[in-house]
């Protein structure tokens, strides 16, 4: 377990919806990464938070976004979704916010748009 | 974009073999990871490296920041490393080596 929780586990929608993914990081874990892994284009950056502030950003798509709460917690945003955007989302949390410090994974949320 | 290449993409090794998986990178970068993901999709990194080499039980990573290579090696391999191993950099992975030990 890397103390790191994505909610839901697992998310079936319909196009053209509206989700929301969300993430926990490890206790006193200040920054929070996002990947998409789909079938075709593997593993994704999208999005990295520090402590509330946008620090990086990725192949992350305009129908996208993200925020990171005072209690550090992070929630990806995707609308307007489309069959292509089935993947499993993976977040992340690593204690600071530049790329030397180790990641802890969660679980991810399969999301899948039908 | 930093094309990041790994070989093998496929591997199947014997229980006890010495396996190595190669990763290279097109962009001169600072760091990179080796993850690890298992069948259950869940994925674990093993090394954040910046120079030289790491060692943690019978995982080994090593890296060349000049030649733009990395090398990860397992010794006695179990059949409890089957899984994908990948390399990145800060924004871009590679695309995984498969690999299967048989007891």
């Known amino acids: 377990d890397s103390g790191v929780t994505q909610t839901p586990k697992h998310l079936i929608t319909a196009t053209g919806q509206r989700v929301t993914l969300r993430c926990s990081p490890r206790?006193?874990?200040?920054?929070v990464y996002w990947y998409q892994q789909s079938l075709d284009q593997g593993l994704q950056f999208l999005i990295q938070y520090y402590n509330g502030e946008e620090r990086a950003k990725g192949n992350i798509l305009e129908r996208f976004s993200a925020q990171q709460f005072p209690d550090l917690h992070s929630e990806l945003n995707l609308s307007s979704l489309e069959l292509g955007d089935s993947a499993l989302y993976f977040c992340?949390?690593?204690?600071?916010?530049?790329?030397?410090?180790?990641?802890?994974f969660g679980p991810g949320t399969r999301l899948t748009v039908l | 974009k930093n094309e990041v290449e790994q070989s093998p993409q496929n591997l199947t090794a014997q229980e006890g073999e010495f396996i190595t998986i190669n990763c290279s990178y097109s962009?001169?970068?600072?760091?990179l990871h080796w993850l690890q993901q298992h069948p259950g999709g869940g994925i674990v990194s093993l090394f954040m490296l910046s120079s030289g080499k790491k060692k943690h039980g019978r995982l080994i990573a090593t890296i060349n920041i000049q030649e733009k290579h990395s090398s990860l090696h397992i010794t006695a391999s179990h059949p409890r490393d089957s899984a994908v191993y990948i390399c990145a950099d800060q924004f871009y992975f590679g695309t995984g080596t498969s690999l299967t030990v048989i007891p």
């Open positions: 992340a949390s690593s204690a600071e916010g530049d790329f030397y410090n180790e990641q802890f």
């Open positions: 206790s006193g874990d200040l920054s």
């Open positions: 962009v001169g970068i600072s760091a």
